[in-house]
């Protein structure tokens, strides 16, 4: 796998997906992988033509937090997989919890639910929720994690002058106050990755990349 | 998780982190203080284990490495990290699933201890089910040299290597205080490999984290038969469950 490419933000949804299709048919038992290929299927069918913020295509970030998870959790099976993918579902108000529990089970309904839970629609959440899921299982902090690194990495490519740099600061805050220590807490790689993003700004400034 | 509201996480009071003695990347705590379960210690939460250390990881994201560190700080601090009478009873309780289950005489059954530690369970388990012929295996060379000055045959074991046994090489597999910590998928792999396929996987867990271990189980294929609670002296509950889990569906065995 090209590490480079997925940590720099360059790989196109075709290789992100191809990278995720290897992980899939090398690492897993036969029996669970069709469940990860119909969530795979769900996000590209939800996604179609969505960008982020007017830059990339939105897919690429459940795509990258799941690859993510893939490479440096290895606790990682298909079920936290299948909800890295699905894990902005709930939150943007596409899926019901009950709908994720009838199509992929309790375990990955559970985790995006609680995910989602510790995500308001401002991004913020309040410090008692945020002691709590200090205190989860070690999945759910896992995928809280990588999806913040990942999105500390898109930062990076976010157009220069576009209005969403400006909370860039703020978010730091979140970053050096709350996804570090929970970073530190359940992965060593993922908290060095986003250390090393959070220098980065701290060094080189937000406003451009 | 409860529904009851979580205490804000604080910064460790002064007064004891002022106590606190660095052990490697762990604390000890003071023994005549009860310290709070998880504290900012710095700018990073610490998760105390038992009442004597604090972690900085949670048991279940705890490296490989640090979980040697944890079990070789155990060795060294037996009378006060191992609650023997807790461990006699989790060890009945998971010996009864042999008891129940084994339609062979417990003589010359085949078991192995995985993550034997010290051998204090391999013992309990020889008192438990007479007649078994019981392998430890540990990933502490300390731990290792420990149990066999037990007088138990042991083998070391690493990370990512494949276990020194041939393929159904076990009746039974037992994981005694081990699977609340990071048990990696390929070693999972690799004892439903060396476990018989009339044979089971016994071990057990913090209730908190089970879900979690029972999905990791399913991911390597195998079964699992049976979750219990494991009650306390009197009837009170522990935060313990007993799993019994086999390599193969009931249908696919003979």
Redesign the interface.
Known sequence: MQVQNLLQYTSSVDDIEEQLHALVETR??K??TPLVFEALGFIQRLYHGKLRDNSVPYILHPLRVALMLGQYE??T???LLIAALLHDTIKDGDLEDAEIEQRFGH?VA?LVTKVARYTSNTGDTS??DW??I??????I?ALKVFEELDNVMYWRILPVNHALRNNIPFWLEDVRTKY???A?????QAYELMHQEYTYYVKHGYAHH | ?SNM?????SQLPSDIKRRLRRKGDFFLCPDDIVCPK?A?IG???Y?RFMNFVYL???P??L?IEKVVELCDLRLDLMGKLVNTDINKHIVAQAANVVKAHSAKPLSGLRVLDFGCGSGFSSLLLKEELPGIRITGVDISKKAVKHARKAGLTVERTYPDKALPFDNASFDYIFAIFVMHF?V???TLEELKRILHPSGKFVFNVYR??V??VL??L????FHIDEVMSVEGANGTTTNHVIVSCASFTPDFVS
Do not use: C, W
Not at chain 1, 134 to 139: I, Y
Not at chain 1, 184 to 188: C, E, F
Not at chain 2, 218 to 221: S, T
């Open positions: 897993y038992i029996t669970h290895e606790r099976g298909t079920k375990f559970k410090s008692t002691d709590e200090l205190l989860e299982s070690h999945e902090r570090l220590p929970l530190h807490a359940t992965n060593m | 998780m509201a979580t205490p804000t996480i998880v900012y700018e990073n939460v998760y900085p990881q949670p279940d994201s490296s990071n990696g998928v390929s908190r984290d879900e979690g999905e990791q399913d991911e390597v294929g």
